[in-house]
């Protein structure tokens, strides 16, 4: 007996919808931009409602015109709400709003974008400056390694050189001799140290 893969419960209002482009500018001065296309994409494996069905793995195009194209409807924002429910169940899966914008100019919207875009690109010439300066700094201040970890690892090799407790015939005062565990924390200490001074 073959069983039936059971589909999901979809959580209505959180199903993604994608739709092309995610925004549409008209120009006043461009009657081709007054009518466009906006595209619903439906990548499910279930059909889709939107004024009509949207096959599975399918897409359907949607015309949008803007018919009052006035000098009072300039720079005004508008929103369209694609509201979209599966086939079976009617109720709102998901929505995407795709704003609209009427501008009086292309060539106006031009000279903006060419700012904007100088505008970028001078700030990310001095971000990368003042990056590469800063690198630059702190290269310098990290050229070596620090007073404290040479003069420590002195300190360790001249501790290492010690006679070790027990042995009778030496120049050096007792009280230097070093047992067998502070030597090998000192081998210790400085092997750290040594590792140190190589990352530097």
């Known amino acids: ?8 419960e979809l959580v209505e209002g959180n199903l993604p919808v994608f ?6 500018i008209f120009y006043a ?17 279930f059909a889709l409602i939107f004024k009509g069905a949207v096959k599975p793995q399918c897409c359907v195009d949607i015309v949008i015109r803007h018919r009052d194209v006035r000098p009072c409807h300039y720079g005004i924002i508008d929103k369209f709400r694609l509201q979209v429910s599966e086939q079976s169940q009617r109720k709102a899966l998901g929505k995407k709003e795709v704003i609209s914008v009427l501008l009086p100019s292309t060539k106006e919207q031009q000279q903006k974008e060419e700012e904007d875009k100088r ?14 300066s800063f690198q630059q700094e702190s290269r310098t201040a990290s050229s070596g390694p620090s007073l404290l970890t040479v003069f420590l690892g002195i300190i ?4 290492l050189m010690l006679p070790t407790l027990g042995e ?3 120049l ?7 047992s067998v565990n502070q030597k090998l924390v ?9 590792m140190v001074i190589l990352r530097t």
């Open 1 to 8: 007996m073959q069983q039936h893969r059971r589909q999901p």
């Open 19 to 24: 739709v092309f482009p995610t925004e549409l």
């Open 29 to 45: 001065d461009d009657q081709s931009s007054h009518k466009q296309v906006l595209t619903l994409y439906n990548p499910y494996e």
């Open 119 to 132: 505008i970028k690109e001078h700030l990310a010439e001095a971000v990368f400056f003042e990056q590469t």
């Open 156 to 159: 360790c090799i001249i501790a």
């Open 168 to 170: 009778a015939e030496s």
């Open 172 to 178: 050096v005062p007792v009280y230097l001799h070093l």
């Open 186 to 194: 000192a081998a210790y200490v400085l092997g750290l140290v040594t």
